[in-house]
């Protein structure tokens, strides 16, 4: 495996220091050599992604499918070697690993069909009117083009998904934009992995060079120059609210403002209403149990939060929750840093007065480190609503359960919330009529509202939203997942009065791409 | 005339200080009393914006249409008042102004009849796959939908087009946003003109009467308030790039961001190649010298960068610019502020060793007061570069030739310059496909290309892209103008499995509001 930095698809050499990837449950070093980062290569690959973006935007649309499909070619070439790396970095089980390969593969050829299929450019045209009165109409033709080199964090949750071939760099790359990536001090080896997979469909299909850089670094420092670099059109990145924000916070202090797309997780809160309740109490439970503890916790959909109105049911619901938690075995986390946080978290819970354990994992595994243990714990509304530090994310496999005494109670609850990724309904068949105004508070604080679901799952799809109000995202107008994530990558150009010949296709006469327009007010792939 | 500020569409007293509009021609004040607002005003207008909000956003669309058109009707019934104060206000001639009217309305039923035809709102829909293996697939179905308040400010150089119901109001009253309106300081009266036919409009239509709010200021105060207040979702500015960027300072230093859509100007870049002086050296510039000047240069459009390698020809264009400004008469500028910036800025160049004056109009009109004298200047291309100071806008009928030696110097210009609103190419028959380079870097500069044409005079359709790289606007993945305008103002839900009663009507099964929408990855107005 080779760790060395990346620029314009070439190992480089760094005089700085090397560094190594830990596997989270035994705290030792895994082989192989990763070199920290320094300025000059952050320049250098902005530099060449700047250079490559004025090829890479005309590479035809079939040309550039065959790049990301080639991506995900070469990744599930690697497939066995890639999932027992990512495993031995993450803590996280094969089994999954070995979906989220399915995920990331299955992503890079969504967009790569959307793509090919064309439309997505949102073509809009309007054809002159030379006679018309008071004025003439000119021609005019718009569609999207890529804004530039696209700065991508890995994400330690998704080292395969949301990381160096994850969902941001396949959008970026089918957009059109290069992308430098930051790989993820949690999983150097995968980064490195995947990486090299990239570089073999640079190759295989002639792509210009400069279209994929990767840097190593074990702090903040190459991550921030990235953001400030001035050839640095947009950024994203999936983490905590603290790192979203402070990359937010150094773009805003640029010169020229550029987007930055945070995801910076969420609480999901899940509302169970009573019919729910009645009909399926401990299914519910259980149900719920495995949703909390999925992956330890570590996904930025996991249920932190439940709320009900006090019931017999609700009783029979806490008592099977709590020994369906009891049940579930520890588990590693992602990094030494992100157990330790989970841990002082959970302490301080337990150690809260207006706190009660309803559940806790006991089966804790003593030859491992950095050990997650689930916790579900239970507090009534007027202490939730008082104390805001109860609606802070606690990532790992914990969730609060809300008791209100009653409907009001519940809605002055779902009123106090943050933006959430997910807000989730547990109803009965014909309940959620009655419940308009609780909906409608939810459908504020949310970017997808399920409906007797688990937020855990993430449908990657062309209908998804992955993205809510504040503090969930920075900007719930756009998605990180599914193939609306593209648009992060885009601004509209409009033609006036264009010469024919010299249009892009998307918008020439006769669309010879034969792609969905708008023309003339009217959505149609025929020119009329 | 009713110069009281209005609170939920209900005129309100304050006990500030009185304000008058000024008559910039005579320097006279204006009959009618206005009164400046306050934070308690800020805050009424907020709350008041956010409790509707609940009501109007469900608002069926043929309503909300139906208020959008009566809005335009009731506006239409007072043009000729409107014209009368909006001429004595802002300077600006009756003609121009009765087209300005006619903007205004054009843009209400623009908006009305897109958001009757209802498809606007992207309804994606991805049905359930209960068989897929190895998970099931969830129904999934998104629509864009509105983000709250907006808070509308008032241009000075669109006393009607971009002001109390101009494109930012029609275009966020269109998306299910209440408006918060900050009246110009520089037509108090033209607002409250307007606003009568809003608050007359909203009565006849039965719209919940918070979704309209506006506030009068002499100052920065109740604009910042406006920014900072919490309950404000988003924010649109028309005007120079120091106030712009104060609007977004504010905004990203609020607990939690909103986005701010600021238009900031911009000078417009024209490219004149080599063929198109050949053949029409004269005519270019006569056509040049009247875009330069119309509306004395006050649009955000304005040419103000014209560029050209040196020839005979370019000496011809020089002669016959130079005769042509001559001839212009001089024009009342919208405000002394506007003047006196523009005087000062003017005699700068003029006294400037770099720039040669090619043309000045000298027929000042010494009776009336806030005049601009219309100049062109030339540099060469090497001290244009050298000196970002003459890159920088000045508002007015102001343009700066600019003169290179052969192409390669042509594109360092090119290069050298900030984001724009336009960039324009004039061109021979069969020139453009030699200068693809150049090309290619205009492209990058700015949010629309002309051919052929002039920048001033922005068509109002659904094609359009009014918004450029930083800095000429803050966002350039929107528009400020024509019906994607409205995308500035929604963000998108999903609903997963939730049930088909409770689903909007734009995403029912069966298609009940007949727009197109994609489903199962297929545009189609049929269900299969």
Redesign the interface.
Known sequence: MNGKNIIASEYVDANEKSLHAINPATGVAIDGDFFKANEKLVNDALTSATEAF?LYRSVNKDLKAAFLNTIADEIAAITDELVKRASAESGLPMARLQ?EVGRTTGQLRLFANLIAEG?WVDA???TAQPERQ??P??D???MM?P?GPVVVFGASNFPLAFSVAGGDTASALASGCPVVVKAHPAHYGTSALVAAAILNAVEKTKMPKGVFSMLYDDGYEIGAALVKHPQTKAVTFTGSFKGGMAL?KLA?ERE??I?VFAEMGSINPIVFLPQALQHQAAELAKKYAASITLGAGQFCTNPGLMMAIESAELTTFKKTLSEAIAAIPSATMLTGGIAHNYNKLAAEVINDDKATILGISTLKDKDLQNQSQALVAEISAADFIAHPKFREEIFGPYSLLVVAKNLTELEAVISSLDGQLTATLMAGADE??DYKSL??KL?DK????????VPT?V?V?????H?G???AT????F?SVGS?AIYRF??????????Q??LPDELKDGNPLNI?R?VN?K?TKVDE
Chains 1, 2 share one sequence.
């Not at 799809?461 to 939203?465: R, S, V, W």
């Not at 920075?474 to 107008?477: F, G, L, T, V």
């Open positions: 004025q979906g439309s809009t045209i309007e008071p004025l109409k000119p005019i033709r718009r083009i804004i937010v805003d020229q403002p987007p959620l009529k909906v409608n459908t949310t970017g997808r509202l399920i409906l007797n679901g799952g449908e799809c062309a209908a998804m939203q993205g109000p504040f503090p920075n900007d719930s107008r998605t609306a885009v601004r509209p150009l409009a033609y006036q009065d264009w010469q010949e010299l969905y708008t007010l959505l």
